[in-house]
């Protein structure tokens, strides 16, 4: 699957705002998983929810940073 460019962009941008100053992996890394992704290729998850479910991550981890963060502490513990 090809992914857009928006949808590189946002990925980009989404992992810039979970891991400042972290080196960004390509879009198909392992490294996706530590977020919370079910797979290596995170726009395999978008199936349901689609590019807006990823504008709202982003939008929630500009708006409320402290609960993003709490948020994503989760994937690092293996809490669902």
Not at 44 to 49: E, M, T, V
Request: charged residues 20%; contains cysteine.
């Amino acid at each position: 699957m090809n992914l857009s460019i928006g949808l590189q962009d946002a990925l980009r941008e989404l992992w810039i705002l979970a891991y400042p100053g972290r080196e960004l992996p390509s879009l198909k890394s392992e490294l996706w998983k530590e977020m919370g992704w079910q797979g290596t290729d995170p726009s395999i998850d978008f199936r349901g929810g689609g590019f807006i479910s990823l504008e709202n991550l982003i939008f929630f981890a500009k708006k409320y940073p402290v609960c993003f963060m709490f948020f994503l502490s989760f994937s690092f513990n293996d809490i669902t």
